[in-house]
T-cell receptor, first 113, second 113 residues
Framework: RKEVEQDPGPFNVPEGATVAFNCTYS??????FFWYRQDCRKEPKLLMS???SGNEDGRFTAQLNRASQYISLLIRDSKLSDSATYLC????FGEGGYNKLIFGAGTRLAVHP | EPEVTQTPSHQVTQMGQEVILRCVPI?????FYWYRQILGQKVEFLVS????????KSEIFDDQFSVERPDGSNFTLKIRSTKLEDSAMYFC???????????FGPGTRLTVT
């Protein structure tokens, strides 16, 4: 089983649509969860951290279900500028106990007029 | 807003040559990372660095790779004898003390011919 799995996409949606991204992770010891956004040939940019209670930042809502090891991201009223690849990212601890990030393969979103 | 910087943005080298990729992390951060992304694939952890030593490394990070922070500012990744399969985007990231959020530099595209 992959450490972090996402829908491969792509998702093609019209402006104004609501779009949902799903992600599952395999390591129950993971403590921190993130959504990053990556534009073509650019670096991953932190979109938001994901907390157990769920959190919202404007049009973006993230949810975490630890029991199911499931993370989601909802984008409401999508804009053309939301077109990007959305990366589900989970922290993991190596043998030395230090943190590292494990990335999903990403889900590409294309918002069209 | 503080940011991670990387140089060069693009490096072309011949197989067997040594390359050094440079990063300047966010100034008050203590944890530093290198990740790589082969074209069309997901972002992969290479190595983490804390307190002037390697804290974690992946299977990819073999004896051909090394990292150092020679002057308390720059954080470098050296590949001693490059192979064709080392062609990828290399991202540097840094993390502060409070959370596991990591901030990425713009990357160096390494092309090995």
């Amino acid at each position: 089983r992959k450490e972090v799995e996402q829908d491969p996409g792509p998702f093609n949606v019209p402006e104004g649509a609501t779009v949902a991204f799903n992600c599952t992770y395999s390591n129950s010891a993971s403590q921190s969860f993130f959504w990053y956004r990556q534009d073509c040939r650019k670096e991953p940019k932190l979109l938001m951290s994901v907390y157990s209670s769920g959190n919202e930042d404007g049009r973006f809502t993230a949810q975490l279900n630890r029991a199911s090891q499931y993370i989601s991201l909802l984008i409401r009223d999508s804009k053309l500028s939301d077109s990007a690849t959305y990366l589900c990212v989970v922290n993991s601890f190596g043998e030395g106990g230090y943190n590292k990030l494990i990335f999903g393969a990403g889900t590409r979103l294309a918002v069209h007029p | 807003e503080p940011e991670v910087t990387q140089t060069p943005s693009h490096q072309v080298t011949q197989m067997g040559q040594e390359v050094i990729l440079r990063c300047v992390p966010i100034s008050n951060h203590l944890y530093f990372y290198w990740y790589r992304q082969i074209l069309g694939q997901k972002v992969e952890f290479l190595v983490s660095f804390y307190n002037n030593e390697i804290s974690e490394k992946s299977e990819i990070f073999d004896d051909q790779f090394s990292v150092e922070r020679p002057d308390g500012s720059n954080f470098t990744l050296k590949i001693r004898s490059t192979k064709l399969e080392d062609s990828a985007m290399y991202f540097c990231a840094s993390q502060g003390q409070i959370s596991y959020e990591q901030y990425f530099g713009p990357g160096t595209r390494l092309t090995v011919t």
